[in-house]
């Protein structure tokens, strides 16, 4: 089976890993996307802020490889602070519907001690099935 890395135009190249990577059968893997632009850069720094640009990161890698956000199946949160997720968690509601709709696919949440990029709050992993018809 062979895999084709799936790179959003425009975007900074990932360095050591891979944004997204498409099998042959339609399974897109999406590396954990943190709230940073295209040009990796926080423009927030809040919660809600980098979740967004989170979700708009990963709807970005899905799209770039022919699909929708109905198409994804597993989101894995991880999170730098609990406390501030569960204070926001209407706003997270709506900012979630905002950038995928009224999708919900499988969801786990992790709480971290930290991510690789220090002023992350969170970082968000997703599995999508795309079909080729």
């Given at each position: 089976m062979a ?5 959003p135009?425009?975007?900074l190249?990932?360095?050591g ?5 498409l099998s042959?059968d ?18 927030a720094h ?9 979700l ?11 699909g929708?956000?109905e ?12 406390a501030?997720y ?7 509601g709506?900012a ?14 992790v709480?971290?001690a930290?991510l ?5 709050k969170v970082?968000?992993?997703a ?6 018809g």
């Amino acid at each position: 089976m062979a895999h084709r890395t799936i790179q959003p135009e425009g975007w900074l190249p990932a360095k050591g890993y891979a944004n997204g990577m498409l099998s042959d059968d339609g399974h897109l893997f999406v590396g954990g996307q943190i709230g940073w632009t295209a040009e990796q850069k926080f423009e927030a720094h809040d919660f809600i802020g980098q979740m967004t640009q989170a979700l708009r990161n990963i709807r970005a890698v899905v799209e770039a490889a022919g699909g929708t956000p109905e198409d994804i199946t597993r989101l894995t949160w991880y999170v730098t602070d609990k406390a501030e997720y569960v204070a926001a968690q209407g706003e997270v509601g709506r900012a979630y519907r905002e950038v995928m709709g009224r999708h919900f696919p499988a969801m786990a949440m992790v709480v971290v001690a930290g991510l690789v990029e220090d002023e992350a709050k969170v970082e968000i992993e997703a599995d999508a099935v795309i079909s080729k018809g």
